[in-house]
């Protein structure tokens, strides 16, 4: 038996649509990310630049192939309102070229500042920052390459620039200045005391780290949109334990780097991301209710 087709009212929301149609017709079973495939072909623009709202009470309906138009509440002659979120940018893309920042201003600034004013060139702390802050940025480039699953597949284009100021000034230019300088207390001689735990942090972090992004990974399908409870490594303990992780490791390329600069840079990326954990631990109650475990602390035990 057929699916019914339901007539849909169109109506662009915001700036005029382009060739967007005044009425469109989908099957009542057929999934939402078919109805968002019709209106961005007839449009001659993508599904990425398209949100649909329902007239009736303004509620999104999602561009996803789990969600049927029957569900969303859309009934025979209903208005949907359709607006153009502009230039799109995929996610994948965005995360590239923000942990590429670091990957390319260390090595420059490295093999340039020590040397400088007849400098005695590059310590072996600096040598050793160098290559736990690249480790730790080609480990975020090949996560985003080959495990992150996006929830979004793009977002505002203009997002890149102040998304990736975030690394290529924190991280990049910031901590590889005071870092690598013939002054800088990296230039100096090293304290095995303070070094060999850093060292031991950023490891225990990168690997912790890794883990959970695996975990994570396996609670959603590849192009899927489903949602899961994580279990495993941390998660008992806090509602993002890849966050904690992260934390660590970056205070373990403090305490080896000897830099207010990285400490810095640390300190924002934390606060950032306990706000959030915090969220994640409120979709995680609202989206899962009973099912899941509440956590008194979303990022650091004890903290936070």
Partial sequence: MSSQKLNLSVRPRG???????????VPSTGSASELYKQLATQSSTTVHRLRVTKGSDGALVPNSKDVSIDS????????????????????????????AGPLLIHPLLY????????????????TLSLSIVCLHFLKRELETLFIHRFSAATMPAFNIFKNSAHYWLLSGLN???????PSAPAAGPSDPYI???????????????????????????????????????GFNL????????????????A????SWSTV?????????????????????????????????FAMIPGVW
């Fill in 15 to 25: 700036k005029p649509v382009k060739k967007l149609p005044e009425e469109v017709s």
């Fill in 175 to 181: 901590m590889a200045y005071w870092i690598y300088l």
């Fill in 72 to 99: 969303t509440g859309l009934r025979e002659q209903s208005t949907i309102y359709v607006k153009d979120l502009g230039p799109q940018i995929a996610w994948q893309t965005v995360f590239l070229v923000e942990y």
């Fill in 255 to 258: 305490m080896v780097s000897w």
């Fill in 195 to 233: 070094t060999y735990p850093g060292l031991a942090l950023f490891l225990i972090g990168e690997l912790g780290n890794l883990n959970n992004h695996i975990t994570l990974r396996n609670l959603r399908s590849s192009g899927g949109s489903e949602r899961g409870i994580p279990q495993g490594l």
């Fill in 264 to 296: 810095f840079f640390a300190a924002v990326a934390m606060g950032q991301m306990g706000v959030w954990a915090k969220k994640k631990e409120g979709r995680y109650r609202k989206d899962f209710g009973g099912k899941y475990q509440k956590k008194s």
């Fill in 111 to 126: 093999a340039v500042l020590p040397n400088i004013q007849n400098g005695p060139g590059p310590s072996y702390l600096q």
């Fill in 238 to 253: 806090v509602t993002c334990p890849n966050y904690m992780f992260e934390a660590i490791a970056w205070t373990g390329i």
